[in-house]
């Protein structure tokens, strides 16, 4: 089962739009991660925000997460036809002494020219 | 720094068949896991390899296993092919320095079609 669920699963905006996606899950973690896959390609981490963290920035990207809710949302500011991809969060999971990453089905993101 | 690199990166199978992936990641890494990507069910952890010895599985089946090698190298295997097994099956490294789970490092992952 997913631990992570992310929403929407398609986003589409024009260019120069905010994105906005969201992610909820279901235990409670010690970080929350943020990556991108381009179509049929590796995933490529974007940001990880710890669990006593609320807010975190790296260039155009925000995120936020809110360990009450079990949510973080990812904002994306002045987007750009480039930023088309999977957008997914991957919560770890403890299991025997160890945390897995366990990743929800993704935002779709497409952004128009 | 040299990337996660996954052979092949394509690859067609029938089914009864077997197939061996392989990953090498980036050095000084010494975790490595494997995720099973499919449309219908998204990333799926397989398995996941330190210092040579598995720490986690996933909900799979005993026809698919793995190794990992001193040199920290992994191959996974999937044996007895069936059509749901197609799927891109990606390869993800770190360091695994402290007990929480941090940055993974992906390969381009070996796309697998099973005929």
């Known amino acids: 089962s997913q631990q992570g669920e992310e929403d929407p699963q398609a986003l589409s905006i024009q260019e120069g739009e905010n994105a906005t996606m969201n992610c909820s899950y279901k235990t409670s973690i010690n970080n929350l991660q943020w990556y991108r896959q381009n179509s049929g390609r590796g995933l490529v981490h974007l940001i990880l925000i710890r669990s006593n963290e609320r807010e975190k920035h790296s260039g155009r990207l925000r995120v936020t997460l809110d360990t009450s809710k079990k949510s973080s949302s990812l904002l994306i500011t002045a987007s750009r036809a480039a930023d088309t991809a999977s957008y997914f969060c991957?919560?770890?999971?403890?299991?025997?002494?160890?945390?897995?990453?366990?990743f929800g089905r993704g935002t779709s993101l497409i952004v128009h020219p | 720094k040299a990337g996660v690199t996954q052979t092949p990166r394509y690859l067609i199978k029938t089914r009864g068949q077997q197939v061996t992936l392989s990953c090498s990641p980036i050095s000084g890494h010494r975790s490595v896991s494997w995720y099973q990507q499919t449309p219908g069910q998204g990333l799926q952890f397989l398995f996941e390899?330190?210092?040579?010895?598995?720490?986690n599985k996933g909900n799979f089946p005993g026809r698919f296993s793995g190794r990992q090698f001193s040199n920290s190298r992994s191959e996974m295997n999937v044996s007895t092919l069936e059509l749901g097994d197609s799927a891109l099956y990606l390869c993800a490294s770190s360091f695994r320095g402290g007990a929480s789970a941090g940055e993974l490092f992906f390969g381009e992952g070996s796309r697998l079609t099973v005929l």
């Open positions: 390899y330190f210092s040579e010895t598995q720490r």
């Open positions: 991957a919560t770890d999971v403890p299991e025997r002494g160890s945390y897995i990453p366990t």
